[in-house]
C-alpha cells in the first residue's frame, strides 16, 4: 500500500518565521508534488520534481522554493511565511513516465500564519 | 496549458438522489483522466481513472464516468447517493509527454439524510 507521509497535520507560525513543510513517499515514485488547497480555488500546484534534485516550478511558485536531496523525500520551504500562505498543503508522489499514472497524497498539512 | 472546469461548486441532494458532476478540459491531444474524492478529514484518494477504451469507466462505491472525446467532457455519475458520499469532488487531466496534473476546482457535494 503506497504511502505518503507528510511531518506535520497543523502547524502555527508567525510572519517572517522560516518554514519546513516535510512529504515522504515509500514507494520509490520519480514524482514529488507540493500542492496548496483553498476553498473555492482547488489544488494549485506549487513545485514539483521528477529525479533527486531536479524540480519545476509550478502554478503558483512564489514565495515558496524546494528540495529534493533523496528520492523518497521531498521538502516545501517558505523563507519568510506571510499570512496569505495561511493554506492547507499536500503533497502528492507518482511514478513517472512509461507506467500506469496516479498521484497518491498526503494527508495534508494545514498551516496557519499568524 | 491545459484547463479543467467543474461547474456547480457547491451540490446539496438528498440520500437516493442521483448525483451527475461535470467535468471539461480544454486540449486537443490525448488525455488521461480522473476522478478524485476528498471525505471530511480524509485525504484525497482516487476514485477512477481513464487512460483508453471502454469510455465508461466505474470506480469505487458506485461511481462511474463517461469520457465524450467529441464534447472534451468526464462527466462523473452515481445513480442513487449515500450520506456517506459527502465529500469534495475534484476532475482532474494529465496530458501526454507531461507529468503533472490539471485539477478542477471541485465540487462540494452535501448529501442529506
Known amino acids: 500500500d503506497v504511502k505518503v507521509t507528510q511531518s506535520s497535520r497543523y502547524l502555527v507560525k508567525r510572519t517572517g518565521e522560516k518554514v519546513f513543510l516535510e512529504c515522504v513517499q515509500d514507494?520509490?515514485?520519480?514524482?514529488m508534488f507540493w500542492y496548496r488547497q483553498d476553498p473555492g480555488l482547488g489544488l494549485r500546484l506549487i513545485y514539483f520534481s521528477y529525479d533527486v534534485k531536479m524540480k519545476e516550478k509550478g502554478d503558483i511558485p512564489e514565495g515558496y522554493s524546494v528540495s529534493r536531496e533523496k528520492k523518497e523525500r521531498f521538502s516545501l520551504i517558505l523563507e519568510s511565511a506571510s499570512t496569505n500562505q495561511t493554506s492547507m498543503y499536500l503533497c502528492?508522489?507518482?511514478f513517472g513516465s512509461g507506467r500506469i499514472y496516479e498521484q497518491f497524497f498526503g494527508p495534508g498539512t494545514r498551516l496557519t500564519v499568524l | 496549458a491545459q484547463s479543467v472546469s467543474q461547474h456547480n461548486h457547491h451540490v446539496i441532494l438528498s440520500e437516493a438522489a442521483s448525483l451527475e458532476l461535470g467535468c471539461n478540459y480544454s486540449?486537443?491531444?490525448?488525455?488521461?483522466l480522473f476522478w478524485y474524492v476528498q471525505y471530511p478529514g480524509q485525504h484525497l484518494q482516487l476514485l477512477l481513472k481513464?487512460?483508453?477504451?471502454?469510455?465508461l469507466v466505474k470506480g469505487i462505491k458506485g461511481f462511474e464516468a463517461e469520457f465524450i472525446k467529441s464534447k472534451f467532457s468526464f462527466n462523473l455519475r452515481k445513480p442513487s447517493v449515500q450520506w456517506s458520499d459527502t465529500a469534495e469532488y475534484f476532475c482532474?487531466?494529465?496530458?501526454?509527454?507531461?507529468?503533472?496534473?490539471?485539477f478542477g476546482k471541485g465540487n462540494q457535494v452535501v448529501v442529506i439524510p
Open positions: 502528492a508522489s507518482s
Open positions: 486540449y486537443g491531444g490525448t488525455v488521461n
Open positions: 514507494m520509490d515514485h520519480e514524482n
Open positions: 482532474a487531466v494529465k496530458t501526454r509527454g507531461n507529468n503533472r496534473l490539471a
Open positions: 481513464y487512460f483508453s477504451g471502454d469510455p
